[in-house]
C-alpha cells in the first residue's frame, strides 16, 4: 500500500485520543506523554505481532484486516449514538486507564495490516504526533469557548475506517 494508506490508518486510529483530552481536567503534559507514550507501544507492539501473524495467515491477512477495519467501524458508529458524560479528572491513574483501552485498536490495527504499511517508522512517528494532537483538541474542546463534540470524531473514525476497509478490498480483489 501507499503512504496515504499510511497516514489515514494512524490517523484513524489516534482520533480517539480526542475522547481522553475531554476528561482531562488541568494534567495536560503528563496526559499528552502518557497517550503518545501508550499509543507507541501498543502500535509498536501491533507492527511486530503483525509479522508473526503474517507468517501464519499470510494469503488471509488482508480479510483479517478488513474485518478489523469494519468491526471499528461499526464500533464508531455505536459510539457516535450514544450519550456520553464526561467527567474531569487529574488522576493519572484513570487517565492510564482511559488510555489502555483507546490504545488497544492501535494494536489491533497495525497487527492485522503490518504486511500493508509502506513505512513503520512513519506510521510510528505519526502516531507519536497525531495521538497527543488530538488529546490536545479534546483538551481544549472542553475548556475554551468551541465546543466540538465527540460525535464529530465518532464519525470521522466511522468513515476512515470503512474506508480503509473498502481500500483494502478493493487493492486485494480488484486489482
Not at 464519525?155 to 470503512?162: A, D, K, N, P
Amino acid at each position: 500500500m501507499n503512504t496515504y494508506f499510511t497516514v489515514a490508518l494512524v490517523f484513524g486510529v489516534t482520533i480517539d485520543s480526542f475522547i481522553l483530552g475531554k476528561h482531562i481536567k488541568d494534567k495536560l503534559m503528563s496526559s499528552l506523554l502518557i497517550i503518545s507514550f501508550t499509543h507507541l507501544i501498543f502500535f509498536y507492539a501491533g507492527l511486530h505481532v503483525g509479522v508473526f501473524f503474517y507468517e501464519i495467515i499470510g494469503p488471509f491477512i488482508h480479510w483479517f484486516a478488513v474485518a478489523i477495519f469494519i468491526y471499528l467501524a461499526g464500533d464508531a458508529a455505536r459510539n457516535f449514538f450514544k450519550e456520553e458524560k464526561f467527567t474531569l479528572t487529574d488522576d493519572l491513574k484513570k487517565i492510564i486507564l482511559i488510555t489502555i483501552p483507546l490504545s488497544i485498536d492501535a494494536f489491533a490495527v497495525s497487527a492485522s495490516s503490518r504486511s500493508l504499511i509502506a513505512n513503520p517508522t512513519l506510521a510510528l512517528i505519526l502516531v507519536a504526533i497525531f495521538a497527543p494532537l488530538f488529546c490536545y483538541l479534546g483538551y481544549e474542546s472542553i475548556h475554551r469557548l468551541v465546543k466540538i463534540s465527540h460525535r464529530t470524531f465518532y464519525f470521522l473514525e466511522t468513515i476512515f475506517f470503512l474506508v480503509l476497509a473498502i481500500n483494502i478490498y478493493y487493492n486485494h480483489i480488484l486489482i
